[in-house]
């Protein structure tokens, strides 16, 4: 099994940056592509960027040209830097790891981590 933990939220104002941060650890894993999505008040669970082992992303229209998700392999940790942040971005935040350990593709959520922004 790989723990995730997610860090890095917190209250900012309109137009203010936020970097998220996602470490992974589990023995024996090895870890593939890296997803972070959100789940506002009310709201479905949505992918916001992911980012595949080889380094490859990809990002939900609303966080094209503000949102850069990134990846440290020696580190197991994926970052997600948001900037020009709107109150629209106001969610918990969930990393969504894939992985693969003793032959089975297997996928870990963390706890969230929230993030508010005001107007």
């Known amino acids: 099994q790989v723990q995730v933990v997610e860090s890095g939220g917190g209250l900012v104002q309109t137009g203010e940056s936020l970097r998220l941060s996602c470490a992974a650890s589990?023995?024996?894993?090895?870890?593939?592509?890296v997803a972070w999505h959100r789940q506002a008040p009310g709201k479905q669970r949505e992918l916001v960027a992911i980012?595949?082992?080889?380094?490859?992303?990809n990002y939900a229209d609303s966080a094209k040209g503000r949102f850069t998700i990134s990846r440290d392999n020696a580190k197991n940790t994926v970052y997600l830097q948001m900037n020009s942040l709107k109150p629209e971005d106001t969610a918990v935040y969930y990393c969504?790891?894939?992985?693969?350990?003793?032959?089975?593709?297997?996928?870990?959520w963390g706890q969230g981590t929230q993030v508010t922004v005001s107007s």
């Open positions: 589990g023995r024996g894993a090895t870890i593939n592509a």
């Open positions: 980012i595949t082992a080889g380094g490859s992303t």
């Open positions: 969504n790891v894939h992985f693969q350990a003793a032959y089975t593709y297997r996928d870990s």
